[in-house]
Nanobody, 121 residues
Framework: QVQLVESGGGLVQAGGSLRLSCAAS????????MGWYRQAPGKQRELVAT???????NYGDSVKGRFTISRDNAKNTVDLQMSSLKPEDTAVYYC???????????????WGQGTQVTVSS
């Protein structure tokens, strides 16, 4: 099992910045991919930024150039630095991790509880 705990959400004015952090615990050495998704009211959950299984970073089109994902392997954390925030960035942000189980020969997906980010105009 993998447990993910997010922190750092809140209310910010348009143009401002916020930093989210996700701490992973459990069977973390088997995590293949980890990153952030978001879901706004009435919309589907969408990719924000992630470290892929190939070790690359992948960003959603709407956040490219404004958000930066980083990780600290020693602390088992993945952070999301959000800059130039817009009201349309308002959403619940979820940390995501994917791990492969050799025993089960399948992938498992884990989600944090989510943290609210609200950007006022």
């Amino acid at each position: 099992q993998v447990q993910l705990v997010e922190s750092g959400g809140g209310l910010v004015q348009a143009g401002g910045s916020l930093r989210l952090s996700c701490a992973a615990s459990g069977i973390i050495f088997t995590i293949n991919a980890m990153g952030w998704y978001r879901q706004a009211p009435g919309k589907q959950r969408e990719l924000v930024a992630t470290f892929t299984m190939e070790g690359r970073t992948n960003y959603g089109d709407s956040v490219k150039g404004r958000f930066t994902i980083s990780r600290d392997n020693a602390k088992n954390t993945v952070d999301l630095q959000m800059s130039s925030l817009k009201p349309e960035d308002t959403a619940v942000y979820y940390c995501n991790a994917v791990r492969y189980s050799n025993a089960d020969r399948r992938y498992y997906t884990y989600w944090g509880q989510g943290t609210q980010v609200t950007v006022s105009s």
